[in-house]
């Protein structure tokens, strides 16, 4: 199934499409910043100042079976939207347990990779409208750094929220760095040094998320950690 598509350029599509020949040769990524794009949000002096940075992408990763870190985002959960899904390991661990699961992503690679695997999972982006199950997710992921998508973390957060049942929640794994909260523009480069075409993109910390929950009309109501990783749960604030 696609839905309405929404025309904002988006992670690793375009250009040579490396994301796409990852996915199915299970290749490392690099997360390119376009130089002098860095937006800080969180006040930190220096970080814009700083021009290009990478980060480094496992693509086999998402590829893989949930880890016991991935199953904590869904402990206790009645049903599961995974925003950005990838191939959808998180929906595929959903199902296992029993779950109304669906994922959603813009990449058309990862949604047949995902649909031949018999996973139930959309193409298109989560601002698109119309997703199916508006309103009655009892939690949304956003996993993997995908607070990331759209470059603006309130709105995603809003929107996110916009999908969730009265008693949902959405989880957010933050940025290693507490503080971290930047917006740029990037492009996906694989180690043949095929790129993407430059879409926006953020990353955001824990202590920073608060911020952004806060002007979506949510807060944080629970912090973890696991296996080196941080997620937050978040709520309509009250």
Known sequence: MTIASDPRPTFGSGGAEPYARALRREGLLQLVRSPGSTRERGGRPGDAARGTAQA???VARWSADADAADL????????????????????????????DALGVDVSVT???????????????????????GEGSWHVALLLDGNIG?????????????SVL????????????????????DAQVVDEQGRASATFPWAEVGREALGRHAAAAGLRVAQTW??????????????
Do not use: K, N, Q
């Open 56 to 58: 480094a992408f496992d």
């Open 72 to 99: 904590t985002t869904i402990d206790d959960a009645r049903s599961v939207l995974d925003i950005g899904c990838g191939p959808a390991r998180m929906v595929r661990a959903a199902v296992d347990r029993g779950l």
């Open 110 to 132: 990862a949604v047949a990779m995902a649909v031949d695997a018999g996973l139930p999972v959309v193409a298109g982006s989560v601002f698109d409208a119309g997703l199916p």
């Open 149 to 161: 998508i759209g470059g603006d973390p309130t709105a995603l957060v809003r929107r996110a929220s």
């Open 165 to 184: 049942s009265t008693d949902g929640s959405v989880v957010v794994e933050t940025a290693p760095d507490a503080r971290a909260d930047v917006a740029y």
């Open 225 to 238: 950690s696991a296996s080196g990783r941080t997620f937050c749960r978040l709520v309509t604030a009250r």
